[in-house]
Nanobody, 124 residues
Framework: QVQLVESGGGLVQAGDSLRVSCAAS????????MGWFRQAPGKEREFVAA????????VYSDSVKGRFTISRDNAKNIVYLQMNSLKPEDTAVYFC?????????????????WGQGTQVTVSS
């Protein structure tokens, strides 16, 4: 069992930067691929970014590539999502999730554990 708690969301202006974090507890954090998803009102939850268990591999959605960076600190059991050049369309609840393999990293169904989410709002 893995427990995930997101933090760091907030209200920012377009063009600003924000970093959200996800703290994990429970089973060995370094075993898991970690991902970030987001869900805007009235929309499906969508993949944002993922990082393999020891950080060697990352993958991003086209909508955030070049603006967002995912990273992890296995010593602290934390995964980060650094978001730069934020746009109003980035407004959503951001969720972190844990998967047992990187090959499933971009699909919602590949993840076994989810956090409760943190709200990110970008004003124009």
């Amino acid at each position: 069992q893995v427990q995930l708690v997101e933090s760091g969301g907030g209200l920012v202006q377009a063009g600003d930067s924000l970093r959200v974090s996800c703290a994990a507890s429970g089973r060995t954090f370094s075993f898991y691929t970690m991902g970030w998803f987001r869900q805007a009102p009235g929309k499906e939850r969508e993949f944002v970014a993922a990082i393999s268990s020891f950080g060697a591999n990352t993958v991003y959605s086209d909508s955030v590539k070049g603006r967002f960076t995912i990273s992890r600190d296995n010593a602290k059991n934390i995964v980060y999502l650094q978001m730069n050049s934020l746009k109003p369309e980035d407004t959503a609840v951001y969720f972190c999730a844990a998967a047992d393999r990187f090959s499933k990293a971009t699909t919602r169904g590949g993840y076994d554990y989810w956090g409760q989410g943190t709200q990110v709002t970008v004003s124009s």
